[in-house]
């Protein structure tokens, strides 16, 4: 079993920046794919970034393509998301979650093998 664990979320002005990790760790952790989703108070889960382990390709959600950056770091098995020029639409919890294999539908929810707990990101002035 992979374990994930979040990290990074907060309170932030607007035009703000945070940065939220995601730590994996289990007995033998594996993925084609890493992603990033966002939930905000009574709105389904939406897909906000995702990267490929080995070759590192990523995939952004139309509402943060020049804002938001994911990357990874395959010796910490860990995952990033840099967040700048946030919005208080932004405001949401964040979840990372893990796709084991092979995907094309790497947007999709039911997709993923493996969630996080979520961090907190609130914009606000």
Do not use: H
């Amino acid at each position: 079993q992979v374990q994930l664990v979040e990290s990074g979320g907060g309170l932030v002005q607007p035009g703000g920046s945070l940065r939220l990790s995601c730590a994996a760790s289990g007995r033998t952790f594996s993925s084609y794919a890493m992603a990033w989703f966002r939930q905000a108070p009574g709105k389904e889960r939406e897909f906000v970034a995702a990267i490929a382990w080995s070759t590192g390709s990523t995939w952004y959600v139309d509402s943060v393509k020049g804002r938001f950056t994911i990357s990874r770091d395959n010796v910490k098995n860990t995952v990033y998301l840099q967040m700048n020029s946030l919005k208080p639409e932004d405001t949401a919890s964040y979840y990372c979650a893990t796709r084991r294999e092979l995907s094309v539908k790497l947007r999709s929810v039911a997709e993923y093998d493996d969630w996080g707990q979520g961090t907190q990101v609130t914009v606000s002035s």
